[in-house]
């Protein structure tokens, strides 16, 4: 691994493995940058609805709706309910 994390970090570079990569890849159509901000995008949504690291993913309910008919009255956790914004 690299440097140490930073939180003023702008640029930062790592070697993907194959599943990394295969996960960018798919979330963005074939373009990695895409791909990353899709993944970033689902995370800060994820972290919206309540979800922080270290919780079970079961308590995101994927696969339990449609993206025709999402329910937003029904939030991932309700204990929680901090919003991190648009970055």
């Known amino acids: 691994m690299g440097r140490p994390s930073n939180p003023a970090t702008k640029y930062f570079q790592r070697t993907l493995s194959t599943q990394q990569r295969m996960i960018l890849l798919a979330a963005g159509k074939g373009n990695l940058c895409r791909g990353f901000e899709n993944v970033l995008d ?26 025709n008919s999402p329910d937003p009255s029904e939030p991932v956790r309700n204990s929680k309910r901090e919003s991190i914004g648009n970055v």
Do not use: Q
Request: no cysteine.
């Open 42 to 67: 689902l995370y800060s949504e994820a972290h919206n609805k309540g979800f922080r690291p270290g919780d079970d993913l079961s308590i995101l309910n994927i696969g339990h709706a449609t993206t």
